[in-house]
């Protein structure tokens, strides 16, 4: 064991407030920065337990300091660190006050050194810093680190929830602990650090043991950002609020910057995805559709699912996932959905999800949230004439609707969910319970393996603090992780697998279309499996794509649906089967559904619905109370594990996930708790 430095209590400790200013259940404002007087037991070898644990008020504590606050010399600040949080005891002039900030609202903390001042400023640890004259810090690494202050500071950021009548919303606040009991800053920081240790481990759920960090999985993130995403600010968005959350916990990523669409889809085919942790998309459910999609696109597309939990931050302009899963977990989300998002994908947590197999005549694709026919999809496609005003483009265009309401023949089936399931004709049998992965992978591959490196820099990035970034152009130099923290914390059985290279029908390639899954690079170079025409289609066409994923369970989408489905036949204004409470962030479809229930929730509305029936239904979507109490012939939901829906035409516009896919005979079944996407806790 290396000898202690000799512990030195500093004589003046009235200094220093920096950071925000917060306000506090103390009643004054602030304390953002408290000041070290003295150090606790050390251990240096960063291996060894941190102090010996106590229980205080039925909380585990890990550790204690006493702190003094900057400018009030009679307070006195006892600081816990519990497995409930980081319990703040004031104590001044007789009186004590206990405040909690609760470990769940916590996300991360990181320990700094002060920066050097412009000359003349006086900077020394004995230094009082003004609020005028505020604190700067640096990383230790840093150049711009001031050698004069030995000092080391923590500063634990926290999102502290605050309910009110409208539900709530997060507050931020970071609280500043400053070490400086000792002459060198070697010795601070390590005080500093154990803290963090301490906190981290707290934080990510890991036993406390360790006085030193390091995160279980070094792995970045992997960011792939839609620009055109709702009304275009999906970057700003990133850059102003999602960048400071990664950085102030501490996950370093790699941001891919979408050009065209479908392109996350062959990003995420074509790499090598385990070198992140996971996957989070910044835009709407339509980008989040593509990498899931690319991820069933893979050979390895089990691995991939089971490794890389998804995650959403909402830019979109529907939004339905990232509303469903801060419903479900009870997050604020309406006022600031960014934020909530992006402070649910930090914490590291995920829940599995259900997903739906979907197949058309020609294709087959992997969905989340909803496949629907009439009127709301054409709500979804016809308003995208609106996109530039958001959200708000599904209002107006409802209202439009309503007044020309259209309906479409056709037939709708469907397995209702609480049906035994064991006599399901054509190889049915659909299971309603979880899925397991009893399903071969198919030997047979057509899939091209090979990496879509970014040409220019071939995919090598460069390190960038917290986050990582492209180095040339075509990843997107221009958009870099921005924090500053003198700034930036300033913020505010079955059918054989054939099936899923060739359709039910049409035997043809299932990859959307030749014309979608054109890669149209204007950066083409002859390493571009995309632009070779080594495909099945020669002549720089698009080459074919295998879609993976578990085979199907249904008959042919030709061939009759088993004895043990419902039928009904005849005209309908709309179907729409949906897996996620929200469709979008006004529309709270399926009261009653969850991420991994293994039920489709499937909406039928028949020809001779009333007007008022149905505008009754429209304003009830957004508190979910849309589904008359009564039952009503006209409307009806039903939960189900398969479906399939036969337009007797072509009109209207059929959407799956709210992208729109040519309209025909359609079929979905549920595999329950199939992928798994990032939530809050
Ligand atoms: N760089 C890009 N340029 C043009 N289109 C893109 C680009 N990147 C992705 N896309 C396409 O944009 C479409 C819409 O994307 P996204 O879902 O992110 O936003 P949205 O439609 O506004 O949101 P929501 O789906 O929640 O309504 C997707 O189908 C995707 O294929």
Sequence with gaps: MMDLPAYKPKVDLSEAVGGREIEDDFGGKGIAVVVADRSATLDHDGQQLLQQQTTVGGATVYLTETFYISSKKSTVFEVRLTDKGLCLKKQSNGSTKEQTIPLKDIIGCRCLRSKRRSRGSSSCTCASISSSNRLKVVEESSEEQDESDVSAYLYIYAYILKRNRRGGFRERTTITLRFRSFDRYEDNN?????????????????????????????????????????????????????????????????LHITKKSNWAREFVRQRDVYLWRGIVVVGGDGIFFEVLNGLFEREDWQTAIDELPMGIIPCGSGNGLAKTISFLYEEPFETKPVLASALMVVKGKHSMLDVVRVETRSNIMFSFLSVGWGLISDIDIESERLRAIGGQRFTVWSVHRLISLRTYQGKVSYLPALVSQTNGGGGGGGSNGHYHNGVGTLKHSVSYNTTLNCRDCRGFLGQDGGGTIGSCDACDTNFSDVLSLETGTNLDLFRPRIDSWYSA??????????????????????????????????????????????????????????????CIAGEFVMVHAAYQTHLSTDCYFAPESNLKDGIIWLLIIRAGVSRSQLLSFLLGLSSGTHIPVQANEHIQMVPVTAFRIEPAGTNGHMTVDGEKVECGPIQGEIFPSLSKVMVPK
């Design 190 to 254: 390590r005080e500093a650090q154990k803290w963090r240790a301490a906190i981290k481990q707290l934080v990510t759920g890991e036993p406390v043991q360790r006085l030193t960090y390091q995160p279980r999985d070094s792995r970045k993130m992997l960011i792939i950002l839609n620009p055109k995403s709702g009304s275009g600010k999906a970057r700003e968005m990133f850059q102003q609020r999602v960048a400071p959350i990664f950085a102030e916990a501490e996950i370093p990523y790699d």
């Design 505 to 566: 029908t049409s035997r043809k390639s299932t990859y959307f279309s030749t014309v979608d899954s054109v890669y149209e690079s204007d950066k083409a170079s002859n390493d571009d499996p995309l632009q070779t025409g080594g495909g099945a289609n020669g002549g720089g066409l698009a080459p074919l794509v295998q879609m993976y994923g578990p085979p199907s369970r249904l008959p042919a989408l030709t061939a009759a649906v088993p004895d043990s489905w419902q």
